[in-house]
C-alpha cells in the first residue's frame, strides 16, 4: 500500500493507507494518550482520551476528533499540543474519574497503571463531583483473574481480547449507560491466554488474583527469561522480590510471543516455592532421609563406578537447559555410556536432518500460510500462543484449517478428517486438493502422532503429503513439528539420544539398566524400576525423586542461567534471576563436580568454557534468537502407518509438570476447567 | 461461521411456537446467510412473548442458538434495550412516560393513580402476577400526553381517573380501546379541528 503524508504538529510524516490519526501521531513520535485503543485488536473509541483536533484545506474541524478512529488522508494536518486538545483530554479525564475509586492506595494496579499515569498528565487536583460515586458489584471470572469491577472504566480491552485474540467469546458489557458493567455471566474465562486480560486491562479492574496484595511494581527486581512450560520459546520477564519469584510477565518478541504470554508460564511459578528439593537425600531401608552433598554424591560415584557402562542410561526432563544437558552427556561419553534419552515420551523424533524436527515454518510465518493440516495435536493446549498464531491467521481470512486426530475446539474452524493417521496416505480427495491449491501449505505434527510407535512412518506419510502438495519451496518450508518440551531441540541437536544399539527411554524404564541418572526427568514411568538404582538431579519432589535412591537437588528455570532453543529451533537465553533453594546448586556444576571426582575430563570448569565447548560441538547453539533455515530433503521412515486412532497427548493443560504440578494456581485452574469432563462445570465452586 | 469458542448453551426445550417460527423465518430471510445475527433484535422480541413477557436465560440462549452467536453477545443486547425484560414481568406491562411535555401534563399523577391502585410501587410486579409499573423515557407520543403504554398499546391523553379505570378494566379482563382517551380522534387538536377550517368548508 502507498503511503500517506500527513503533518503532526507541524513535522511531516508518512504513513501507510489505511492508518488511522494515532497512529500516524506515533510514527512522528507524538504521544497520545489512550485507553480503549490497543494496537493488536479492534478499534472501539469509547474512551475519547486520544481526542486531537485535525485541520484539512478547508480549516479547522469544528470538533477535535478520536484519533483512534480516524483514518488519514492525504494532507491532513493534525495537532496534538493545542490548547483545545490539552483541555478536551482534561475533560474526559474529569468524565473517568467521576466514577473511578481513588484507592490507588490498595490498588494492585497502582504503580504500572495507565489511568494513574495519564491522572498524572490529564487530570485535575480536585473533584467538582459532588455526588456518590457508582459502585459495582465484583465478577468471577476464575481463578486467574480477580475484578475490582468499580474501577472499571469501560473501555472493553478485555471484551476485545477475549473475542479476538483468545477466541473465546465469554467476555461481555452488559447493560447500559451509567449501569454498563464488563460480565462474564458468572463464569471463569475459559482461555489458556485469560492471564493476558491483566495486562491489557488498563486500570485494576482486572488483576492477577494469585500475586494480589503480594508486591508492588517499583519493589521488584525484573530479569528477562524464557519460558520452558512449552516449546514456543514465549519470552518473559521475571518479577522477583528478595529469593521470590513474584510473578512472570510477558517480553515483547513479535516472531514468538507477540506480547501475549499463555496461563501456564504466568501463574505455575508459585509452584517453584512448593516440594522443592533443598537438600541431597538417599534412600535408607526404603525411605529417603536427608543427607550430605559428600555422601549422596559419594553413593553416585560408587554406583557409577561398579556399574558396566552399556547398564547406565540417562534420560533428560522436558524443562532442563542445554548446559546441563551437555554437560550430562559429555560425563556419560566419558563413561562410555549410551543409553542416552533426551524424549520422556519416547516421541520419534532426531537422528536425521536438523529440519526434520524443527517448527521449520516460524510461528511468525504462520501468518504466510494458506492451509495448515494437524496431525495429532491440540495446540491449544500444547502451545497456547502458536494456536493464538494461527487464530489470528484465519481470521484474516483464505485459511484452511483441517485436523488429523481428536478433535478440539481450536477457537477457529477445524475441518477434522478422521482420527486415524492412515488417513495421511489416503487423504479425501477434497482435502487434498485444499493441499495443493494452497501456495503455502503447512503441516504440523503433534506429539499424539510422534509419540506412536508409529512415529517416524507418520512424519514419513506427512512429509510426503507436503511434498506432493508443493510445500517444500526454496521460499517455503511448510514441515512442523509441534514440540511441547522446551528441552527437546536442544537435545535433539547434540544428539543426546540413544547411540548405535543402546536403550530408548522405553527400554530403560523397563528395567533394562542398573543405574538409570534422570536429569529432571519426572514424566516416566517409574513402576519397573525397583531393582534399578535411581539418581534423580532435579528441582521437585515429583514422580523421579519419588523413585530415587539418590537425590541431587538442582535449580529451576528461574534459578539458572541456561539456553533453550525452541521448537523453532531458535535459540534464547534463560537467566538466573533467584538462587537455588537451600543446598541446591546449578545443575551443570554437580555434573561438573561428579566428573571431577570420577576422573572424566569434561573440558570445562566454568560457564563460560562449557558454553565454548557446547557450541564447538554444536555450532547452531551460537546463533542466538534466529529462525533458522534448515534444508529438508527426508523425514522418518517409510512403512506402514497403523490404523489405530490418535490419542490425546495432553489430558490437563495445567498440569504437565513438576512446576506446574506442585502450583495451588495450576491446582485450582484444572479443578474449575483443567480437564475436559471439568470443562463441562459451572465454574462457580472455585 | 463459528470462530470463537463459546459456553455450551443451554436452551432446555425452548423453542418458538409454529406461528411464531414464521415469523422467524421471515425474518431470517431478511439477511444474508452467514448474517444471522442481524436477527438478534426481533428473535428477542419472539422469544420474549413466547416466554410470557421476559427472557429467561433459555430464552437467550435459544436466540443465540438460531442466530448463531455467542450467549453473551445475545445477553449483551438483551440487557442494553429497557425493552427487554430480564426477569418476570405482571401480565400487563404499564409502562409510563416521564420525559418532559408528559411530565408537564400530569406524568407524575398518573403513576401516583397507578401506585395506588395496584399498591405496587415503580419496578414491581403486583401480587396477583397482573400488573408490572415502570417508568420510560419518551416514547414519542408527545402530542397525546401524559399517556401511557400499557403492553403493545399506547393510552394517551389520560388523567388520573381514567388511568384508574383502565386499570381496574384489564384486571377484570375487559377490553379498553387504546389510543387518546379525551374522545378526540389520534392527535387532532384538543376540541376539534382549529386551522385550515375554510378549506374544510369548501370541500
Known amino acids: 500500500m502507498s503511503d500517506i503524508t500527513v503533518k503532526v504538529d507541524g513535522v511531516e510524516v508518512a504513513v501507510p493507507a489505511g492508518s488511522n ?7 512522528a513520535g507524538v504521544e497520545v494518550p489512550r485507553f480503549c485503543y490497543h494496537d493488536r485488536l479492534s478499534v472501539a473509541g469509547n474512551c475519547r482520551m486520544c481526542l486531537v483536533q485535525l485541520e484539512n484545506e478547508r480549516g479547522m474541524a469544528p470538533k477535535p476528533a478520536a484519533s483512534c478512529a480516524t483514518p488519514v488522508a492525504p494532507g491532513l494536518m493534525i495537532h496534538t499540543k493545542t490548547e483545545a486538545v490539552q483541555k478536551a483530554r482534561k475533560g474526559v479525564m474529569e468524565f473517568l474519574l467521576i466514577n473511578h475509586p481513588l484507592d490507588c492506595p490498595i490498588c ?42 468499580t474501577r472499571c472504566i469501560q473501555c472493553t480491552r478485555c471484551v476485545r481480547f477475549a473475542t479476538e485474540v483468545a477466541g473465546v467469546e465469554e467476555i461481555g ?38 500475586y494480589a496484595f503480594h508486591a508492588r511494581p517499583w519493589e521488584l527486581r525484573k530479569t528477562p527469561s524464557v519460558d520452558v512450560f512449552d516449546a514456543v520459546g514465549s519470552n518473559i520477564r521475571i ?69 558396566q557402562a552399556d547398564k547406565i542410561g540417562a534420560i533428560v526432563g522436558d524443562q532442563v537447559e542445554a548446559e546441563s544437558m551437555f554437560a550430562l552427556g559429555s560425563l556419560m561419553n566419558g563413561l562410555g555410556v549410551k543409553n542416552l534419552d533426551c524424549r520422556q515420551d519416547g516421541a520419534k523424533v532426531g537422528g536425521g536432518e536438523r529440519g526434520a524436527y524443527l517448527f521449520n515454518t516460524g510461528i511468525a510465518g504462520l501468518e504466510e500460510a494458506d492451509a495448515i493440516l494437524l496431525v495429532g495435536t491440540n495446540p491449544r493446549w500444547e502451545a497456547p500462543l502458536i494456536n493464538a498464531r494461527m487464530r489470528k491467521r484465519f481470521l484474516k481470512g483464505g485459511l484452511t484449517v483441517m485436523g488429523i486426530g481428536q478433535p478440539h475446539d481450536l477457537t477457529y474452524e477445524v475441518d477434522w478428517l478422521g482420527d486415524s493417521p492412515a488417513l495421511l496416505s489416503a487423504m479425501p480427495q477434497e482435502a487434498l486438493d485444499v493441499l495443493k491449491a494452497a501456495k503455502n501449505p503447512v503441516v504440523i505434527l503433534g506429539g499424539d502422532a510422534l509419540t506412536r510407535n508409529d512415529g517416524a512412518e507418520i512424519a514419513h506419510a506427512a512429509f510426503q503429503l507436503l511434498k506432493l502438495a508443493d510445500g517444500l519451496r526454496d521460499d517455503w518450508n511448510g514441515f512442523n513439528v509441534l514440540h511441547t518440551a522446551a528441552s527437546r531441540v536442544a537435545g535433539l541437536d547434540m544428539g543426546f539420544v540413544p547411540g548405535e544399539g543402546a536403550q530408548d527411554t522405553a527400554a530403560m524404564i523397563a528395567g533394562g539398566v542398573d543405574l538409570l541418572y534422570l536429569l529432571a526427568a519426572d ?74 571426582q570420577l576422573g572424566v575430563d569434561l573440558g570445562f570448569d566454568s560457564l563460560i568454557e562449557l558454553r565454548q565447548k557446547m557450541i ?16 529438508l530433503t527426508s523425514v522418518g521412515i517409510a512403512g506402514l502407518i497403523d ?8 489430558d490437563n493443560y495445567y498440569m504437565t509438570d513438576p512446576i506446574s504440578r506442585a502450583s495451588k494456581t495450576m491446582a485450582e485452574c484444572s479443578q474449575v476447567f483443567g480437564t475436559s469432563e471439568a470443562e463441562k462445570a459451572t465454574g462457580t465452586h472455585g | 461461521m463459528k470462530v470463537t469458542a463459546r459456553p455450551e448453551l443451554n436452551y432446555g426445550d425452548f423453542a418458538f411456537s409454529e406461528e411464531r417460527e414464521a415469523q422467524a423465518q421471515k425474518i431470517l430471510a431478511r439477511y444474508p446467510e452467514g448474517r444471522e445475527a442481524s436477527a438478534i433484535i426481533p428473535f428477542l422480541d419472539l422469544a420474549q412473548r413466547e416466554n410470557g413477557g421476559w427472557l429467561s436465560k433459555e430464552a437467550i440462549d435459544y436466540v443465540a442458538m438460531r442466530t448463531g452467536s455467542a450467549s453473551i453477545r445475545v445477553y449483551e443486547v438483551a440487557s442494553f434495550y429497557t425493552m427487554f425484560y430480564l426477569e418476570p414481568v405482571g401480565k400487563h406491562v404499564v409502562q409510563v412516560c416521564r420525559t418532559t411535555p408528559c411530565w408537564l401534563r400530569g406524568a407524575d399523577a398518573l403513576t401516583d393513580a397507578a401506585k395506588q391502585k395496584l399498591g405496587i410501587g415503580l419496578g414491581e410486579t403486583s401480587e396477583d402476577g397482573n400488573f408490572t409499573l415502570i417508568e420510560v423515557e419518551c416514547l414519542g407520543a408527545c402530542c397525546n400526553a401524559p399517556m401511557v403504554q400499557i403492553n403493545d398499546d399506547f393510552y394517551e391523553d389520560l388523567t388520573p381517573e381514567r388511568m384508574g379505570e383502565i386499570l381496574d378494566d384489564l384486571a377484570a379482563g375487559k377490553e379498553v380501546a387504546a389510543g387518546p382517551q379525551s374522545g378526540r380522534r389520534y392527535s387532532e387538536p384538543e376540541g376539534g379541528p382549529q386551522t385550515l377550517l375554510h378549506m374544510a368548508s369548501e370541500a
Open chain 1, 21 to 27: 490519526v494515532l497512529q500516524a501521531c506515533e510514527a
Open chain 1, 108 to 149: 494492585d494496579q497502582g504503580g504500572e497503571c495507565d489511568l494513574q499515569d495519564q491522572a498524572m498528565a490529564y487530570g485535575m487536583d480536585r473533584t467538582r463531583y459532588q455526588e456518590n460515586k457508582r459502585a459495582v458489584t465484583e465478577k468471577y471470572m476464575g481463578p486467574i483473574v480477580k475484578t475490582i469491577m
Open chain 1, 173 to 210: 458489557l452488559v447493560q447500559r449507560g451509567e449501569h454498563a458493567e464488563i460480565s462474564t455471566l458468572e463464569k471463569a474465562i475459559n482461555s489458556e491466554l485469560s492471564g493476558n486480560l491483566i495486562d491489557v486491562c488498563p486500570v485494576g479492574a482486572l488483576t492477577s488474583r494469585p
Open chain 1, 239 to 307: 518479577d522477583t522480590r528478595g529469593k521470590e519469584v513474584l510473578r512472570v510477565q510477558p517480553r515483547l518478541h513479535e516472531d514468538v510471543n507477540e506480547e501475549w504470554l499463555a496461563d501456564k508460564a504466568r501463574y505455575a511459578v508459585d509452584g517453584l516455592k512448593r516440594q522443592r528439593l533443598d537438600r541431597p537425600y538417599v534412600r535408607e531401608d526404603g525411605k529417603l532421609r536427608p543427607a550430605s552433598w559428600d555422601e549422596a554424591l559419594g553413593l553416585v560415584l560408587d554406583k557409577l563406578k561398579s556399574t
Open chain 1, 523 to 596: 514424566e516416566v514411568d517409574t513402576s519397573a524400576l525397583s531393582d534399578t538404582f535411581v539418581v534423580y538431579q532435579g528441582h521437585h519432589g515429583d514422580r523421579g525423586a519419588h523413585a530415587a535412591d539418590v537425590i541431587l537437588p538442582g535449580a529451576a528455570y528461574t534459578e539458572k542461567n541456561g539456553t533453550y532453543v525452541s521448537t523453532e529451533g531458535r535459540v534464547q537465553f534463560g537467566r538466573l534471576a533467584v538462587f537455588p533453594p537451600g543446598d541446591a546448586r546449578e545443575d551443570w556444576t554437580i555434573i561438573r563436580a561428579l566428573a571431577g
Open chain 1, 616 to 631: 564447538e560441538a554444536v555450532p547452531s547453539l551460537a546463533v542466538a534468537d534466529t529462525l533458522p533455515v534448515e534444508s
Open chain 1, 643 to 650: 490404523g489405530q486412532a490418535l490419542s490425546a497427548a495432553i
